[in-house]
């Protein structure tokens, strides 16, 4: 019953600026952590950005250069992943993902829902 739908991605030029959406589709509960996650090929899924339903934000301390952010829109139900000065390996496949606990973790373990993932290719 629970989707998270991704939206956003495709193709852009290095240098740019790179906006995700996700939006849990079916899913009512107050305490919630969803989060956004990067895999290249050939590499694991690695967490880049996570924001919990209470507004607290992880991963910051982790982003490459402080390029990536996530924010919650309220009004829209929705969490935007905005990434700058985007680079070739930074292409890949970007997930969404949602936990059940206002908590966040880099770890995959405590979220339960995954969106099926964005494709982004940066060109050089």
């Known amino acids: 019953q629970v989707q998270l739908v991704e939206s956003g991605g495709g193709l852009v030029q290095s240098g740019g600026s790179l906006t995700l959406s996700c939006a849990a589709v079916?899913?009512?509960?107050?305490?919630?952590?969803i989060a956004w996650f990067h895999q290249s090929p050939g590499k694991e899924r690695a967490g880049l950005s996570c924001?919990?339903?209470?507004?607290?934000?992880?991963f910051g301390g982790d982003a490459p250069e402080g390029r990536f952010a996530i924010a919650r829109d309220s009004a829209k139900a929705t969490v935007e992943f905005k990434g700058d000065r985007v680079r070739p390996s930074d292409s890949g496949t970007y997930y969404c993902?949602?936990?059940?606990?206002?908590?966040?973790?880099?770890?995959?373990?405590?979220?339960?829902?995954w969106g099926q993932g964005v494709q982004v290719t940066v060109s050089s």
């Open positions: 993902a949602l936990a059940t606990r206002q908590r966040c973790a880099r770890g995959e373990a405590q979220f339960q829902y």
């Open positions: 079916g899913f009512a509960q107050e305490n919630f952590a």
């Open positions: 924001i919990t339903s209470g507004g607290a934000r992880a």
